[in-house]
């Protein structure tokens, strides 16, 4: 560890803010795509389910004979 | 080869080569990612220079050899796409194309941010950060042309075209620090001889850009799956797929599902 103490990790020598700015926002960056990239994968299977679904409800409509 | 090869250009075994990759990619590239910025940060020795301002290496440098190479992949993909007509190419230069952005605004930012207290400046319009911004402007391109079309394929092909192009933007990049007079230093570890870097700094920067392209495939194996699901949407394979999926998470669910 080449830091004596929290606060002196923190500090980061007083370049903290230049430090702490460039981690905390490429992380961040990192963590939003594949957040984003996981949800979209979500969504899409369940389009893909709402759309069976869909599907299936028109096949039925059509099997019933048509009331007058 | 070819034979061995040519399955893989069907959006089905693509996506399912995808889900075997996916885990490993994602495991280890957030193991290394979280090692070695921890390594990185507190453990590796200050700068006899830059004190601890120096420790954005390891976030500056990774982001920016994976913007080129990305970028390179991306091109890559184009080429195999026009020439050969391969549909599944165009997707993975789509699936590229916003994990190269990302990198590309790491890359500046935290450039940026490294330029104030050595510098003395957030930004310089110089030959490096303005050719590095363009890259950034060439990604974006790549993906809202891809987007403008109508029709995925000709999309693909607009977007394919201007991704190759911009492909003369790269040595521009790698050399700007050469050719002009730049506050940009030159390279340190890819140049002839030996990297000019201790031992002990050089280790951790070394694992953290392993980490950044193992992490940066996993999103793209991610996002290349969903470019596959999307086009292909209506086929009976993603249908299929799609239930499984559903009865593997929610097994119980199924039989009070309206369906």
Not at chain 1, 44 to 66: C, D, G, S, T
Not at chain 2, 109 to 128: F, L, N, Q, S, V
Not at chain 2, 250 to 257: E, G
Request: contains cysteine; glycine residues 8%.
């Amino acid at each position: 560890m080449h830091f004596a103490s929290m606060n002196e990790f923190v500090a980061m020598g007083g370049y903290g803010l230049y430090v702490w700015l460039s981690f905390g926002l490429g992380l961040l960056s990192v963590a939003i795509l594949w957040l984003s990239s996981w949800s979209t994968k979500k969504r899409l299977f369940k389009q893909v389910l709402r759309e069976q679904v869909r599907q299936q409800r028109i096949q039925q409509a059509k099997q019933q004979p048509v009331k007058p | 080869m070819w034979k061995w090869l040519h399955p893989y250009a069907k959006p089905e075994r693509s996506y399912q080569l995808c889900q075997t990759l996916l885990p490993w990619f994602a495991v280890l590239g957030g193991l290394s990612l979280f090692v070695g910025t921890m390594w990185g940060l507190a453990f590796a020795p200050a700068d006899y220079q830059q004190g601890d301002a120096f420790r954005i290496i390891y976030i500056h440098v990774p982001s920016a050899i994976l913007s080129k190479s990305l970028y390179c992949t991306m091109a890559i993909a184009a080429f195999v796409g026009l020439v050969w007509q391969v549909k599944t190419a165009f997707m993975a230069m789509v699936a590229v194309a916003p994990v190269g952005a990302m990198v590309t605004f790491v890359s500046l930012i935290t450039g940026a941010a490294w330029g104030k207290p050595m510098w003395g400046t957030w930004w310089e319009w110089d030959a490096r950060m303005t050719s590095q911004l363009i890259l950034l402007f060439l990604f974006v391109g790549v993906m809202s042309l891809y987007k403008s079309f109508e029709d995925a394929q000709q999309g693909g092909k607009a977007a394919g075209v201007m991704a190759m192009v911009g492909i003369i933007n790269l040595p521009i990049i790698h050399y700007s620090v050469e050719w002009w007079n730049s506050l940009h230093q030159g390279a340190t570890i890819l140049k002839m001889g030996k990297p000019s870097m201790a031992p002990d700094m050089l280790w951790p920067l070394l694992l953290c850009i392993v980490s950044w392209v193992l992490v940066s495939s996993a999103i793209f194996l991610l996002r290349l799956q969903n470019e596959i699901v999307r086009r292909e949407i209506k086929r009976p394979w993603v249908v299929e797929l799609a239930l499984q999926n559903s009865k593997q998470q929610a097994p119980n669910n199924m039989s009070t599902d309206r369906g």
